[in-house]
C-alpha cells in the first residue's frame, strides 16, 4: 500500500477555483500542523496508562489520515485505536510507534504534493 493516495489529492484539486488557493496545500498545511499534536496526545496517553485518551487520539488521527489518502497511517492508527482498550500496553507501544514512524514517512509525501 502506498504512503499517499495521489488519486484522492488530485480529485480534491479539482474543487479549486481560478485566482484561489490550492485547496489540496491548505489540507496538507492543517493536516501537518495538527497531526503531529494528535500523536503526541496519544504517546502522552500511553505513558498516563489512560486507554481512552489512546483510543480517542488515535481515532481523530485515523479519520485525519484517511480524509487526506493517507492510507498507511490511516490503518496504523486504526489499530491503535482497536487496541488500546486492551491494557496491553507493550503492544500499544509497538502500534504508537509504527503510527508515528508511518506519519514521518508521510511527512515528506505531503510536502512533494503542496503547490501542485
Known amino acids: 500500500m502506498p504512503i499517499l493516495d495521489p488519486s484522492l489529492l488530485d480529485s480534491l484539486r479539482t474543487l479549486r477555483f481560478d485566482g484561489e ?9 492543517l493536516f501537518l500542523r495538527d497531526t503531529p499534536s494528535r500523536l503526541e496526545e496519544a504517546i502522552a496517553s500511553f505513558h498516563r496508562r489512560n486507554t481512552t485518551g489512546v483510543q480517542e487520539a488515535a481515532h481523530t488521527l485515523k ?16 489499530r491503535l485505536e482497536n487496541q488500546a482498550s486492551t491494557g ?7 502500534l504508537l510507534q509504527a503510527a508515528t514512524t508511518e506519519l514521518q514517512l508521510l511527512i515528506p509525501e505531503l510536502e512533494s504534493q503542496r503547490f501542485h
Do not use: K, M
Open 21 to 29: 488557493p490550492d485547496p489540496v496545500t491548505e489540507i496538507i498545511d
Open 63 to 78: 479519520g485525519s489520515a484517511n480524509n487526506l489518502g493517507a492510507r498507511r497511517l490511516g490503518a496504523a492508527a486504526g
Open 88 to 94: 496491553r500496553w507493550d503492544l500499544i507501544e509497538e
